[in-house]
């Protein structure tokens, strides 16, 4: 259902009466905000044509770009998805968490072709988080992008959320800020294993059950999300592998190069991964010509901010 876009947002606190509310809009083919570990996801039934529709108008987003679904439980997955030996192995390891997965679609699953973009594939997870895992529970599996305009800076909190998108939606689930504060790992499992974005599950985490993983080969058309050259853009431009800020700039330090904020004063990639976008929206609202960073390590949880920090800064259409 169109999201009014003279609606006023309600913002609900994620407890017992907030997440039933929210189920209830979402039941009635609304779309909600809600938090995941990662980042703030933006919900819609991922049964409901209407409700998908909802979703990419309220993002601005290319429907040409496939959405993941969130589901309460393996179980739920499987009955929407084809899943390999390889597969059920990854789940069994690493849900509820940050990974998706890209799998055969299951012919009846009754899973919106929007979300798919047409593909006959389709991209599943199993969040971390309780008060998204109650939702789930409550409304069924939800089509879920993060929650902010496309293209944009993802949202780690309501706050964001609400600056984003505040009256484009019905609602946001308020549960405070997201302890991972980067998006999913996404693996393809349609042929050999593929890392189609890295995230919040580090690579080697993976390689080490499953073995290598594949390069995604590049294509016009995503197969899944994440994968546009420009994403995750501060309004401000991003200057990567800064030492200092030439003048007008505003610095994200990291480690030993200190700025105007720090991601990991003391070079932690976990703790820089979920101060990323916290800080990039604050840096955003400051009166400055651009956003100098300093380098980051690329191992582990490093490769999903470089990723995010590349495609900020990358030439914009």
């Excluded at 549960?175 to 999913?184: D, F, I, K, L, N």
């Amino acid at each position: 259902m169109e999201q009014d876009q003279r609606n006023v947002t309600k913002v609900l606190q994620a407890d017992a009466t907030g997440v039933a509310e929210a189920a209830g809009l979402l039941r009635a083919g609304h779309v909600v905000a809600f938090p995941t570990e990662t980042v703030y996801g933006l919900g819609g039934s991922a049964m409901n044509d209407r409700a998908v529709a909802a979703i990419y108008a309220a993002k601005d987003r290319p429907s040409f770009n496939p959405l993941i679904v969130h589901v309460a439980l393996l179980a739920e997955a499987e009955k929407l998805a084809k899943f390999t030996e390889q597969a059920r192995a990854l789940a069994d390891a690493f849900w509820p968490g940050p990974l998706t997965m890209v799998l055969p679609m299951r012919a009846g699953s009754g899973v919106s072709s929007l979300l798919r973009a047409g593909l006959d594939s389709v991209a599943v997870r199993v969040p971390a988080h309780p008060a998204a895992l109650d939702l789930l529970g409550a409304a069924g599996p939800l089509a879920a992008p993060s929650a902010n305009p496309s293209g944009r800076i993802s949202a780690t909190s309501a706050q964001h959320v609400m600056k984003g998108l505040g009256g484009r939606i019905a609602a946001v689930l308020d549960g405070g800020p997201c302890q991972v504060g980067v998006e999913s790992t996404i693996v393809g499992m349609i042929d050999a294993p593929t890392l189609l974005r890295p995230g919040g599950l580090p690579r080697e985490k993976i390689e080490a059950l499953i073995g290598s993983l594949a390069a995604a080969v590049r294509t016009d058309r995503p197969n899944a999300p994440g994968q546009l050259d420009s994403h995750y853009a501060p309004h401000l431009p991003v200057r990567l592998n800064a030492t200092d800020a030439a003048p007008g700039e505003v610095m994200l330090g990291f480690g030993p190069i200190t700025g105007d904020l720090n991601l990991s004063e003391s070079g932690d990639l976990s703790e820089a991964a979920a101060n990323l976008f916290r800080m990039l929206h604050e840096l955003d609202a400051r009166v400055a010509t651009a956003i100098a960073v300093a380098p980051v390590p690329n191992h582990g949880i490093g490769h999903a901010i470089n990723d995010r920090l590349k495609r900020a800064a990358a030439e914009r259409g």
